[in-house]
């Protein structure tokens, strides 16, 4: 159950089902930035299913072998100050694009934003020259 084709057509569908599932139930779009954000900054009602939601993530991936899902054989072994700044440049980048990957890539598209589809074009982009850069150079 595990290889590629199927898990990632699996992963997408249930990101697909919890992004539709909480803009109808909250009517909030199921931006991963946009929710933690959400967490550092509490407003009054908010806490409770921006919790319930990053506790679902974490506790899905933890009985995701149970269900036959494996984890990478090896993971890219690098320093710690680079995954700091790489998670820095991250968090900069969706402040400045007003959004993730999640909450553009998939919600924004699904509603036809004109902003997000041109930030998805723009991440893609970027990640496609980085690896690039990074495998050839």
């Known amino acids: 159950?595990?290889?590629?084709?199927?898990?990632?057509?699996?992963?997408?569908m249930l990101l697909g089902v919890s992004a539709s599932l909480l803009l109808w139930a909250n009517g909030r779009v199921a931006g991963i930035s946009g929710i933690v954000s959400g967490l550092l900054t509490?407003?009054?009602?908010?806490v409770n299913w921006r919790v319930?939601?990053?506790?679902g993530m974490v506790v899905a991936s933890l009985f995701a072998p149970l269900m036959g899902f494996s984890l990478p054989m090896s993971l890219p072994v690098t320093s710690?100050?680079?995954?700091?700044?790489?998670?820095?440049l991250v968090g900069i980048g969706t402040k400045?694009?007003?959004?993730?990957?999640?909450?553009?890539?998939?919600c924004g598209m699904g509603r036809l934003s004109?902003?997000?589809i041109v930030a998805t074009l723009v991440f893609m982009l970027v990640a496609i020259v980085t690896t690039f850069v990074r495998l050839h150079l």
């Open 42 to 46: 509490p407003k009054q009602g908010e």
């Open 1 to 12: 159950m595990g290889e590629f084709p199927i898990s990632a057509l699996l992963g997408g």
């Open 114 to 116: 004109k902003r997000s």
């Open 96 to 106: 400045l694009g007003n959004g993730c990957t999640s909450g553009h890539g998939i």
């Open 80 to 88: 710690t100050g680079i995954m700091v700044a790489a998670g820095l």
């Open 52 to 55: 319930l939601f990053i506790l």
